[in-house]
Nanobody
């Protein structure tokens, strides 16, 4: 099994930036598809971005409009989500996930999850 822990969340003003990190332990993530999801109170968990084993392929939710960038450093066993031009509607708990052999947008496709990190965008 793999354990995932997110970090980097916090309070940021609209238009600001944050970089989230997901540190994995237990086994290497080099063979895992990795993804980020977010969930706001009262809403379903939403796909944000996914990245292939090598990092050559990525997929983003249309709602993110290119503002976010997912990347991975397999040597560090870490996945990142660089967030720019944050909007108040981006406020949510952001989760790191791992598992499937291809990038999938449904949360049930992922076996391993971190506990999440809170991102709050407010002026």
């Amino acid at each position: 099994q793999v354990q995932l822990v997110e970090s980097g969340g916090g309070l940021v003003q609209p238009g600001g930036s944050l970089r989230l990190s997901c540190a994995a332990s237990g086994r290497t993530i080099s063979t895992y598809i990795m993804a980020w999801f977010c969930q706001a109170p009262g809403k379903e968990r939403e796909f944000v971005a996914g990245i292939s084993w090598s990092g050559r392929s990525t997929l983003y939710a249309d709602s993110m409009k290119g503002r976010f960038t997912i990347s991975r450093d397999n040597a560090k066993n870490t996945v990142y989500l660089q967030m720019h031009n944050l909007h108040p509607e981006d406020t949510a708990v952001y989760y790191c996930a791992a598992d499937p052999s291809r990038i999938l947008t449904r949360s049930l496709a992922y076996t391993y999850w971190g506990p999440g990190t809170q991102v709050t965008v407010s002026s």
